[in-house]
């Protein structure tokens, strides 16, 4: 794709940027007429093709931002696609822009997720990726899943200039203070969420935190929301994309894989279909060995498994309380609250089985340990 010379020449975070924005509460046929004026504002070379060149239409999916595709029939009759992502209103509670746009530029440098091509008032622009998108039931088919584990392990490797500090206890607790201060106008939502504990949840954050602690899990850049939504395929190339790093962070290794693990649940969060021990050991030898999964050892993979599961109960807390945030900031009409208590109730039904897999792991380590020095 070949939009435009400015666009190429981004090698230190010189992209494209216009101060316009597009309003999002119109419909796509309206919306047309500042969808033109902006791409016309960042690439040049499309400043003098009249409307008739462009046209517009959403892209399904996603519940954070409006995703359009733009089409531009060039003056030699070369038709080149791009997204528009519009930011939901709001998003900025629970996202950290800045650290997104950072994330996309050294990711796409690694050959990860679309290209960054332009950035604007309230969005960004970004190469059309030809591929289909997963579905939850596509996570555990074994190949994608050795695919999918291959390109984390790859992903994780990538490195992203400035501090490695992980974000997650840092994000959970801002996400806390602010899920947990909230009121709303409509009185039913208010009952229901009245309704939450935050003493409770508070107590919850600490105990996880604490026993994570002691793992000792590696911190390596993290995706953070690699549900199907963010994973395409194209299957003649049979080349896997992982995109959307809104979320992305350094933060433990096993949380971006215990998150990934709740996603085989999908929006609907039937949590039976969180993948067995086996499948999860599938997953985890393609991850640590690309090359050789048959050569990876029983104590890897079994310190993996007890670090997948624990972290695994973090990404329940997590999201919880992001959908906390966003039921009272977003726009989007998606039962957030209801969201909280899926999410929020498999932590609870799933946190004494993992914490103690964890708190024995670690007194099996600890004796292992004595028994070595002596
Ligand atoms: N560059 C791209 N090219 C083609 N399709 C894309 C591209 N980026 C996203 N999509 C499609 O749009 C969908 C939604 O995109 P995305 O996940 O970025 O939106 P979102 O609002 O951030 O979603 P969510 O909050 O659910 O993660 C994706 O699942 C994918 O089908």
Redesign the pocket.
Known sequence: MDVSGEARNNSNLQIPYSSLTVDHTLPVPDMKPSLVKLCKDLFKKWSNLDESHFSAQR?????????L?VSVEEQDGNIVHV?V?LY?PNTEYVIDRERELKAIHYLSAAGF??KLLGVFGNGMV??????R?LEPLDLRKPKLAAEIAKQLKRFHQVDIPGSKEPQLWIDISKFFERASSLTFDDHEKQKRYSTISFKEVHTEIIKLKELTGHLNAPVVFSHN?L?S??L?LNEDEEKLYI??F?YGSYSYRGFDIGNHFNEYAGYDCDYTLYPNKDEQYHFFRHYLQSERADKVSEKDLEALYVETSCYMLASHLYWALWALIQAKMSPIDFDYLGYFFLRYNEYKKQKDTCLSLGRSYLSESKTRGRSEDN
């Open positions: 892209v399904a999916g996603g519940i954070t931002n409006l995703l595709k997204t992502r939901g997720g679309a970004q190469s059309f990726i030809h591929a998108t929301d549900l939504g963010n395409m995109i959307d809104e």
